[in-house]
């Protein structure tokens, strides 16, 4: 189905939320616009040196600039002071980040503060954990294993059912080693508002597949959610 194709799937679905899907390390206009078209609320663009995936402020301003209002454009940041956060933000037009490291709770109460949207990455197997939620007063949580080298999901697929509990109590982003051929399952097994996917529908590192990513949105298009968290 076509991006338009699934939207009237939704609609017809009523009033229910269904799950939104957040397409991250996006480092081309042109890609993120195809991305759009096929029917996903949001797009990510990380801002870690270490990433194969980083991109400068002036590609993701391009990005947002390419993007329709309605769809949402991410900045993700590991360990970024608040300043820099601010001033990345501020250079590519950004009123979305996340935060994927040990940032203190200060920090995401800053931020909001200054009036972004603020997701909190938790994970499963190492700190900041999943029963740290409380401590921190994020917009909504990014949740994956931890595992792996590099700060993200590391294409590690692993038991999304244990992220099932927080999202009763708080907006919630399931991620790590999702694909179009395993994303029924993870949404099965977490009941998530929003999945976020980047590996899993790659022609290569940073280059999106529209392809697995129309084939990752169908496989998530009519499954319920408790909350909407991008517009």
Same mark, same amino acid.
């Given at each position: =189905?076509?991006?338009?194709?699934?939207?009237?799937?939704?609609?017809?679905?009523?009033?229910?939320?269904?799950?939104? &899907?957040?397409?991250?390390?996006?480092?081309?206009?042109?890609?993120?616009?195809? $991305?759009?078209?096929?029917? #996903?609320?949001? #797009?990510?663009?990380?801002?870690?040196?270490?990433?194969?995936?980083?991109?400068?402020?002036?590609? !993701?301003?391009? *990005?947002?600039?390419?993007?329709?209002?309605? &769809?949402? $454009? &991410?900045?993700?940041?590991?360990?970024?002071?608040?300043?820099?956060? =601010?001033?990345? !933000?501020?250079?590519?037009?950004?009123?979305?980040?996340?935060?994927?490291?040990?940032?203190?709770?200060?920090?995401?109460?800053?931020?909001?503060?200054?009036?972004?949207?603020?997701?909190? %990455?938790?994970? %499963?197997?190492?700190?900041?954990?999943?029963?740290?939620?409380?401590?921190?007063?994020?917009?909504?949580?990014?949740?994956?294993?931890?595992?792996?080298?590099?700060?993200?999901?590391?294409? /590690? %697929?692993?038991?999304?059912?244990?992220? %099932?509990?927080?999202?009763?109590? /708080?907006?919630? *982003?399931? @991620?790590?080693?999702?694909?179009?051929?395993? @994303?029924?399952?993870?949404?099965?097994?977490?009941?998530?508002?929003?999945?976020?996917?980047?590996?899993? &529908?790659? @022609?290569?590192?940073?280059?999106?597949?529209?392809?697995?990513?129309?084939?990752?949105?169908?496989?998530? !298009?009519?499954?319920?959610?408790?909350?909407? *968290?991008?517009?």
């Amino acid at each position: =189905m076509s991006g338009n194709e699934l939207k009237r799937t939704a609609a017809r679905l009523g009033k229910r939320e269904t799950v939104q &899907v957040k397409v991250c390390g996006l480092t081309r206009a042109d890609e993120a616009v195809a $991305c759009a078209q096929a029917g #996903v609320h949001a #797009v990510g663009c990380v801002f870690y040196a270490k990433s194969p995936r980083c991109v400068t402020a002036a590609a !993701a301003r391009e *990005i947002r600039r390419a993007l329709p209002p309605e &769809v949402s $454009c &991410v900045g993700v940041f590991v360990d970024e002071p608040f300043e820099g956060v =601010m001033a990345t !933000a501020s250079q590519a037009g950004l009123t979305a980040v996340q935060l994927h490291g040990n940032e203190p709770p200060e920090v995401v109460e800053r931020l909001r503060r200054e009036g972004l949207f603020v997701i909190k %990455a938790l994970f %499963a197997d190492r700190a900041p954990g999943l029963d740290e939620a409380l401590n921190y007063s994020a917009s909504a949580y990014l949740v994956e294993c931890g595992r792996g080298v590099l700060p993200g999901g590391n294409a /590690h %697929a692993w038991e999304w059912g244990r992220a %099932a509990a927080l999202g009763e109590r /708080h907006p919630l *982003i399931l @991620a790590g080693g999702l694909t179009p051929e395993n @994303a029924a399952q993870a949404l099965r097994a977490a009941l998530p508002d929003a999945v976020d996917v980047s590996s899993g &529908v790659e @022609a290569g590192p940073g280059r999106k597949d529209i392809r697995k990513v129309e084939q990752f949105i169908a496989a998530v !298009a009519t499954a319920g959610a408790r909350r909407r *968290i991008f517009a």
